[in-house]
């Protein structure tokens, strides 16, 4: 429940790459998304990395992954560019 609803704050407000909620749980188990926030701070230190670990990422594939999703998104758009600006 908590991953679905955090997912779907992600969508709703247009993020790509990543990012971190803040959710809630009450009593009877219904998820509040508090906060999204899709500029993370990935300091070795921050709660960000630290739950990563906890999946066993290391900071190293935790930061390579960020990078090869901003590539996924970004290089084509790049390489049209570039191709434009060549031509």
């Not at 709703?12 to 803040?22: F, M, N, Q």
């Not at 959710?23 to 993370?40: A, F, L, Q, T």
Request: aromatic share 8%; with cysteine.
């Amino acid at each position: 429940k908590i991953e679905a609803a955090a997912k779907g704050a992600f969508k709703a407000i247009g993020c790509t790459g990543y990012a971190t909620a803040d959710v809630r749980v009450d009593k009877e188990g219904h998820v509040y998304v508090i906060d999204v926030n899709p500029d993370s701070y990935i300091a070795g230190e921050s709660d960000f990395v630290k739950a990563a670990a906890v999946l066993g990422w290391s900071y190293q594939q935790l930061l390579e992954k960020i990078v090869q999703l901003a590539v996924e998104r970004c290089a084509p758009k790049v390489l049209i560019n570039s191709e434009v600006l060549m031509a």
